[in-house]
């Protein structure tokens, strides 16, 4: 099976409809596989799903020279995306700050192309905009990177509509990636209609709602303890039980089509537009192969329509300013 193909951006990055985020294969959704992950990552290039998703800050470092080994071999028929600057505690391993200096710009794609073992990244994303540093100064060290043939595309990730103006009069920028689904939709009053403006495709991490939207879910007792999902306000106990109420629609659309709720969810952000490339996470195969299902499912507008009409209760994240870092003025 071969998947569709969408292309990001004015600059024409041409990436398979369907991408693959690989945090949860080193990082923050529990137990994880070595080699059931490398065997994903092997199944989706073999199914068409070339756009491959990673972060230096995913298990520090060990997600990208966990992707690194698995495209060995095979890194022509990948698209390969990374991402920069946030730090973390070293002893909690929690997201602490981001630096988006240039001279961290420089020594941060150097560090990502040894452990991914390639001399260059399709798509680099500034992971979080940086409050204490103009947004001109990243873009500008990332523009060199593309210059020093390091880096191909530029990105951005969780950044205001008003930053990705100002960054894309610095440099094209090819991506946004910010979090989009059927219970996240923030980012369609301003985000997504400056992407449209100003020709930026559009990378919906988190699809599934971070397996809320699979069904398989039900409880937060269904998580490991050291699962992250666990701080999420939409998992707290009255939300939680209202938004697998909202999850029942979704269900009886999905029955209809004999898909699952996941396929269902998936096909609903395809339909956003040819520029929306989600890259939802798996990591095993079984689930790989259902999310590329997906691409096959076309919802009619009566059951589109009625799947935007439902809003999740509970914010996306417990402090909604970790992404919504460049919403207020710099600091001095």
Known sequence: M?????????????????????????WAYGPTDR???????????????????TADVYGDGENEKLVGEAIAGR???????????????PVTGRPTRVDGSPGYVRAAIDRSLVRLGVDHV??????RPDPDIPVEETVG???????????RHLGLSE????????????HPITAVQSEWSLFSRDIEKA??????????GLVPYSPLGRGLLTGALTSVDDLAADDFRRTQPRWQADNLAANLELLGQVRSIAARYRATPAQVALAWVLARGED????????????????????RLALTTEDLDRLSDLHAVGERYPDMSWVERDTAPLRS
């Open 75 to 89: 890194r022509d028929e990948v698209v390969l995306a990374t991402k920069f600057g946030i730090l973390v505690d």
């Open 122 to 127: 399709d798509l680099y994303y500034q992971h």
């Open 191 to 200: 985000v997504v209609p400056a992407c449209r403006e100003l020709g930026i």
């Open 35 to 53: 080699a059931e992950s490398i065997a994903t990552i092997h199944r989706a290039l073999d199914l068409g799903v070339t756009f491959l998703d």
């Open 141 to 151: 060290a990332m523009a060199e990177l593309v210059t020093a043939g390091k880096v």
């Open 2 to 26: 071969t998947t569709t193909t969408r292309t990001l951006g004015r600059s024409g990055l041409p990436v398979s409809a369907l991408g693959l985020g690989c945090m949860g294969m080193t």
């Open 276 to 295: 929306v490339v989600p890259i939802p996470g798996t990591k095993r195969r079984r689930y790989l192969q259902h999310n590329v299902e997906s691409l």
């Open 159 to 170: 950044a205001s509509a008003a930053t990705i103006r100002r960054a894309a009069a610095v």
